[in-house]
């Protein structure tokens, strides 16, 4: 029956997430900004991974100012920082670490997301973030999952006029870098002449 259960969650997940992208494609996705504190969302991310944080024994740090407002949708919020946390747990090793620092800066809010996981090849940085892309190919995968979280992240980040950034290296670990504009408008910085 938990067999039944856990494979049953998973389709579920791999629906939700297609289901996502395909509204995301298709410019149907309309968020819904209001003022909130990042903390409260960056715990309910926690929330959602703690039981497989606990059980692979993950050491997790938060760091920064954790009651930093910023304009954005809650639900989109929630979705970039989860899908984020979940790859981060999901390709770190037992006992190894994950850190989420919070930088404000001029007009904006940077999320670092760092682990010490298994890390991404050089030559495939690029295609990481596209749909249904994945570091290991279809025949030596070992680590579930559709594909697509990092590719709605990085789709709900634009939508609020942000940018998200990736550095990794194989074995040393991941970082993602989410740029999100403080008042919900991108900012576009113009150079000036001299």
Known sequence: ????????GYLLGIIDDILNMSRLEAGKVHLEKSDI????????AIRKSQDEIDRKRLALTVEGTRDTHLEADPHALYQILGNLLDNAVKFTPDEGQIAIRIRQVPGALNVFIEDTG????????????RPFEQVEGDFTRSYQGSGLGLAIARSLTELHGGSLRLRSAIGAGTIVMVHLPLDGRAHRITARAA
């Open 37 to 44: 504190a990042l903390g409260l969302v960056i715990d309910e």
């Open 1 to 8: 029956v938990q067999d039944i259960r856990s494979s049953g």
């Open 118 to 129: 298994i890390g991404i090849p050089k030559e495939k940085i690029d295609r990481i973030g």
